[in-house]
């Protein structure tokens, strides 16, 4: 997104504050984590006309496999240490992808994607439990923008609980 006018930059962070601002009330009500990122994955998808595929893995015996999404069929299992999403677990940081085809070791799960955006999603702890990832059909569709707004979002997934709390009767705890 090297080409979008600040204006248009600002749009999109006015937006990522409508969705947190979306998401905070239905955090308040469940706790759990995969509930938390079903919904983030749902919302971002359909308020965000870039976004291509949407959504979570998570980290599962050591391997990324794949948690809610929207958009096409997904890889369910990350070769480790290969391409974005192990790229930004292994980095502990954010990855901007402009061009996915220029990428070492990109995983195409779908030939369409073009450009990508992954975030590492922290416990309460701060440990790393899996990634965000957004994917394009358009290349060089993401900026620093998306990397903060996602940010933003992946922040809410294990923050503090809420008021009438469903998943602490879930979980038991
Ligand atoms: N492209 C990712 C794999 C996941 S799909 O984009 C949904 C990667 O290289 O890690």
């Known amino acids: 997104m090297s080409q979008a006018t600040s204006d248009q930059h600002e749009r999109l962070r006015e937006r990522y504050a409508r969705i947190v601002a979306q998401l905070e009330p239905l955090y308040a009500k469940v706790r759990d984590p995969q509930a938390r990122m079903a919904s983030a994955a749902a919302l971002l998808h359909h308020k965000m006309p870039h976004f291509f595929w949407t959504g979570f893995y998570r980290f599962e015996d050591g391997d990324l496999i794949v948690g809610p999404y929207q958009g096409p069929i997904a890889c369910m299992v990350l070769e480790r240490h290969t391409g974005v999403c192990w790229a930004s677990v292994d980095r502990g940081e954010p990855v901007l992808v402009a061009d996915v085809h220029a990428f070492p070791g990109h995983i195409a799960c779908d030939s369409r994607s073009q450009s990508e955006v992954v975030v590492p999603v922290r416990d309460a702890a701060g440990a790393i439990v899996g990634v965000l990832d957004v994917d394009s059909d358009k290349p060089d569709a993401f900026s620093q923008a998306d990397v ?26």
């Open 148 to 173: 903060d707004g996602l940010t933003a979002v992946v922040a809410l997934i294990h923050g503090a609980r809420g008021d009438g709390d469903v998943g602490s009767a879930v979980s038991g705890q």
